[in-house]
């Protein structure tokens, strides 16, 4: 299953602002209008394509994070830890905005983490639950800080 990142509509707003923003600053400088378009259409690009080629994929043997052209891949028999980050657990983002998978530690090294900001965090979760279930059960309680 695939999840992406959160993408509030406060995000939206700001990224179509900050467009009209250079739109405006393009024309007031002297550029023709055809300039101050493109440079709208640049600056939505850059915001959204990190939401476009940021994506996790939990298979039944993997958790795969896919960044631009960058992948990181995790045996889910090496998960140990899946648990929602205690310092972005708030309010206003909900519980489990921010997600720490952690793996096992290796002979020589302190174990890999991956953090995790999907939509739909619960969903991952339970998605993450299914294959392995310690992991996510040992991490239900919230940390002792």
């Known amino acids: 299953m695939r999840f992406r990142r959160r993408l509030g509509a406060n995000a939206v707003v700001a990224w179509v602002l900050s467009a009209l923003f250079v739109g405006f600053v393009f024309l007031r ?7 101050a378009g493109l440079a709208i259409v640049v600056v939505l690009l850059l915001y959204a394509l990190p939401h476009i080629f940021w994506y996790w994929d939990v298979f039944p043997d993997r958790l795969v994070n896919r960044r631009y052209f960058s992948t990181r891949v995790f045996s889910m028999a090496n998960i140990v ?4 980050m205690p310092g972005h657990i708030t ?8 997600i720490e998978v952690r793996t ?15 939509a739909d965090a619960d969903r991952f979760l339970a998605e993450l639950r299914r294959y392995v279930p310690e992991a996510v059960a040992n991490s239900d309680q919230p940390s002792g800080r």
């Open 104 to 118: 096992r530690a290796g002979e020589r090294t302190a174990g890999e983490r991956m953090i995790v900001q999907p």
């Open 29 to 35: 400088t002297g550029h023709p209008p055809y300039a």
């Open 81 to 84: 830890h899946v648990a929602p």
């Open 91 to 98: 309010p206003r983002r909900g519980k489990g905005a921010w």
